[in-house]
């Protein structure tokens, strides 16, 4: 692919129209998603949910792998004609604390600056303020504000997708009634700290989530859900995921105590930063920033809102002649195919509407100056 110039490349990440090609990209952040992961914790889920062996996976329980760390430097290969030409000090990467973000960070220099040796910056602490913060809250209040976004109580989500939930206990136990059983739960532990979701809507979203992963690792489709589910299905299922996300991480009671750090990191990588900063963190990271802001996406091949390996939200600074600045947001992520058979060129693309400043996709609708007293209102 031949190099884009500033003026194409302000134009693709904007969806610009042909009178605002003169806008030029003077900086831009990458909030990404790690890369392809096996579950977290072993089982991934209760037996009496699914009883049956889960796969075996090559890296200890929620680390990269290298089929992982593949697709992200293909994706930074793409980016990097992208967002070119790069030196190397143009590009700044910074993870979060865990393995499998700090190898995503790691895997994404290799393809974006190849020959740079960049470091990937992380926290040395167990956690890391920016990616996860520490909140009190009011308990109850969070409760109430989390079962409303979900329509006044979480069994609405299921209701609305009673077939949908119904197929997933097919696949974790076609013999079962586990998942379909179980209550759904909003509750905190602690006094101060924040609710948890528990039950059937958190477990069907991991189980889904569970299956994209092990499709997208290339896995054998025996291997993928047992064998019940191949990419058409895992697809279908995948519809379960987000549904999580309406209730721990886009409810706004969530979202304005764990994402306004890494808000503010956006805006200072936009007002200070090098040409290319990239934060690698998890998937709650992108849907409570996009419960903060507003932001909404629904790229080709998948739910509307949900967060996969790899995918990740660009904020770009956009300059005029006349030294006027402006902020758009356009969401990137690979397609399940390229994903799954390591295929390298253009993720698919989504201008997203920045509510609040300007809610257009307009290249001109939210100046950084709008953008910035937004976030610092939050």
């Known amino acids: 692919m031949r190099q884009l110039t500033n003026a194409a490349l302000a134009a693709l990440l904007c969806a610009a129209p042909a009178a605002a090609q003169t806008l030029h ?24 949910l699914a009883p049956s062996a889960w796969p075996v996976w090559e890296v200890p329980d929620g680390n990269l792998t290298p089929h992982g760390a593949a697709a992200v430097t293909l994706l930074a290969a793409y980016d990097r004609r992208l967002f070119g030409p790069l030196k190397c000090a143009d590009v700044t990467i910074y993870a979060d604390v865990d393995q499998r973000t700090v190898a995503t960070g790691a895997a994404y220099a290799q393809g974006i600056a190849p020959g740079c040796a960049l470091t990937v910056g992380h926290a040395t602490t167990p956690k890391d303020p920016i990616f996860s913060p520490a909140a009190t809250v009011d308990s109850d209040a969070v409760k109430a504000a989390m079962e409303a976004s979900a329509g006044g109580d979480v069994d609405d989500l299921v209701t609305a997708d009673q077939a949908l939930f119904d197929e ?3 696949v ?17 532990k602690t006094p101060g700290t924040l609710p948890k979701l528990k039950g059937e809507v958190a477990d069907a979203a991991t189980a889904a989530e569970d299956f994209l992963l092990e499709y997208l690792d290339g896995k054998p489709l025996s291997d993928v859900a047992w064998g ?30 764990t994402a306004e750090p890494l808000a503010e990191r956006i805006v200072q990588g936009l007002t200070s930063g090098t040409k290319l900063t990239v934060l690698v963190g998890h998937d709650d990271n ?9 932001l ?7 739910p509307a809102d949900d967060v996969i390996p790899g995918g990740g939200i660009i904020f770009s600074l956009l300059a005029d002649n006349a030294g006027h600045e402006y902020v758009t947001a356009k969401y990137q992520v690979q397609t399940m195919r ?20 300007g809610n257009s996709t307009a290249p001109t609708a939210c100046t950084l100056d709008a953008f910035t007293k937004m976030v610092n209102a939050l």
């Open 296 to 302: 909404h996406w629904s790229p080709a091949g998948y």
């Open 286 to 294: 992108q849907a409570k920033l996009g419960g903060l802001l507003g």
């Open 228 to 257: 019940r589910a191949n990419g058409a299905k895992v697809a279908e299922l995948l519809e379960l995921h987000p549904l999580a996300y309406i209730v721990t991480a886009r409810t706004l009671a969530v979202a304005r105590v």
């Open 172 to 188: 974790l136990d076609p013999t079962g009634t586990g998942l379909t059983d179980e209550d759904n739960k909003v509750s905190a």
């Open 25 to 48: 990209v003077e900086r831009t952040v990458l909030l990404m998603r790690h890369g392809v992961r096996p579950p977290t914790k072993t089982p991934a889920l209760d037996p009496s």
């Open 338 to 357: 390229q994903i799954r058979f390591l295929i390298g060129g253009a993720p698919e693309f989504q201008a997203l509407a920045i509510p609040g400043c």
């Open 168 to 170: 997933m206990q097919k």
